[in-house]
């Protein structure tokens, strides 16, 4: 039974415009949600979290975006940059020592 | 600044024989994990350790057993390998239980079980 679900397997953006990368989770309990970055041959690198207090977090071009009511997470990257191009996973936690992973968009920026 | 040191980063294993994944940090950390990754699973949780002393199970444990020889170190065993154990496998450190912090990855290990 899957706790976080991430429904685009794909996306591809033209360098410079907004990628939207999203993640669904299903329970209301999960309190810290983190957004990571995964090229191939590497381990996931994080990338940009947020706290269940807040609704919004920015760093540089990335900002992640909280809904609790819809349990819904987003993380928007502007500019999009080639460099860009990986795995994105969405992980979430509650109050244990556990992370639950999303299985990953594979974000495809073009030049 | 090495991080999260996996070995070995390929392994290739006949269906029965027995491996020891490693896994070694260098940031102090109390929290390690251990996860496998298969293509459009994402990464599922098989042994964690909280800290030194410590270990339980994720969501998939079957086939596994951990070892948490010291604080730095944190390994995975196949007893007795199966080819549905074939997948890459990802050592995880945080600081601790209960803080906002990410985990920070290794680079992986291949393991294939023909």
């Known amino acids: 039974d899957q706790q976080v679900k991430q429904n685009s397997p794909s996306l591809s953006v033209q360098e410079g415009r907004i990628s939207i990368l999203n993640c669904d989770y299903t329970?209301?309990?999960?309190?810290?949600f983190l957004w990571y970055k995964k090229y191939p041959a590497e381990g996931p690198t994080f990338l940009i979290s947020i706290s269940s207090i807040k609704d919004k977090n920015e760093d540089g071009r990335f900002t992640v975006f909280l809904n609790k009511s819809a349990k819904h997470l987003s993380l928007h990257i502007v500019p999009s940059q080639p460099g860009d191009s990986a795995v994105y996973f969405c992980a979430v936690s509650g109050t244990g020592n556990q992370f639950y992973f999303g299985t990953g968009t594979s974000l495809t920026v073009i030049p | 600044n090495a991080g999260v040191t996996q070995t070995p980063k390929f392994q290739v294993l006949k269906t029965g024989q027995s491996m020891t994944l490693q896994c070694a940090q260098d940031?102090?950390?109390?929290?390690m994990y251990w996860y496998r990754q298969d293509p459009g699973m994402g990464l599922r949780l098989i042994y964690y350790?909280?800290?030194?002393?410590?270990?339980d199970k994720g969501e998939v444990p079957n086939g596994y057993n951990v070892s948490r020889l010291n604080k730095r170190e944190f390994s995975l065993r196949l007893e007795s390998a199966a080819p549905s154990q074939t997948s890459v496998y990802f050592c995880?450190?945080?600081?601790?239980?209960?803080?906002?912090?990410?985990?920070?990855f290794g680079d992986g290990t291949r393991l294939s079980i023909l």
């Open positions: 940031m102090n950390h109390n929290s």
């Open positions: 329970n209301s309990m999960f309190d810290y």
């Open positions: 995880a450190s945080r600081p601790g239980q209960g803080t906002l912090q990410p985990q920070h």
């Open positions: 350790s909280a800290s030194e002393g410590t270990t």
